[in-house]
């Protein structure tokens, strides 16, 4: 571990080091923070544990980190896995690979290839999804824009279940919820959903429709 006069954490190799604050933070190998955290820009190659809250005003992973507590960020580009054991709240999520969040998870825009297990709610402007690595689930969603679809090279579908599904715009696929509300709703392929509740428009194909139980316009 080096830290220079500016407040930079480098860590090569594997170790456990104090949080605090910093300007820049690099892990290349297996590091552990045993502190709440505050930073500016994290980048992290391999695995990294937090130990406490995490602040952090961009965050680049490959690899795997896991956070204790609560994650704020302004920006998180990650390929491959996320945990968080508190809440998120973060401006954008740019995401290949698999998100956990125990709490609830707050941002503007998340845009994922890849899986998903939230807990509470996940609350974001702009949701797009392609369902790919494994089974997804979350308590209740709500959005502007949701997007959700699982299309894969590999023809390989994937599903994501949910309790309530809340957005002004909204597309599903491969989903299996108990309520999907919104203004314009469209249902796509192998969705099992008990009510759909729409203002403006709803649009599913003849054979899509036959998993829906009841469709209103409220």
């Known amino acids: 571990m080096t830290k220079d006069k500016n407040r930079n954490l480098k860590v090569l190799g594997e170790g456990r080091y104090p949080g605090g604050d910093y300007e820049k933070i690099k892990v290349t190998g297996k590091g552990e923070i045993y502190e709440d955290l505050r930073s500016n820009e994290t980048k992290v190659i391999g695995e990294c544990h937090i130990n406490g809250n995490a602040t952090m005003e961009q965050v680049h992973v490959t690899g795997d980190l896991t956070i ?46 890849g899986g998903f297990n939230i807990s509470g709610l996940l609350n974001v402007g702009d949701l797009q999804v392609n369902l790919l690595v494994a089974p997804s689930k979350v308590c209740e969603i709500g959005s502007e824009k949701i997007n959700v679809k699982s299309r894969s090279y590999m023809k390989r579908s994937y599903t994501l279940e949910a309790e309530v599904i809340e957005g002004d ?3 599903l696929e491969h989903t299996t ?42």
């Open 68 to 113: 204790d507590e609560g994650l704020s960020s302004n920006r998180l580009k990650i390929v491959g896995e996320l945990h968080v054991k508190k809440s998120i709240k973060a401006n954008r999520l740019d995401m290949r690979g698999f998100l956990t969040g125990a709490e609830n998870v707050e941002l503007e825009v998340m845009k994922l290839e």
């Open 177 to 218: 919820a108990k309520i999907v509300r919104g203004n314009d709703i469209a249902i796509g392929p192998n969705c099992h959903i008990e009510k759909v509740e729409y203002r403006s428009t709803f649009k599913s194909k003849e054979k899509d429709s036959k998993n829906i139980l009841q469709v209103n316009q409220i």
């Open 169 to 171: 715009t909204i597309y």
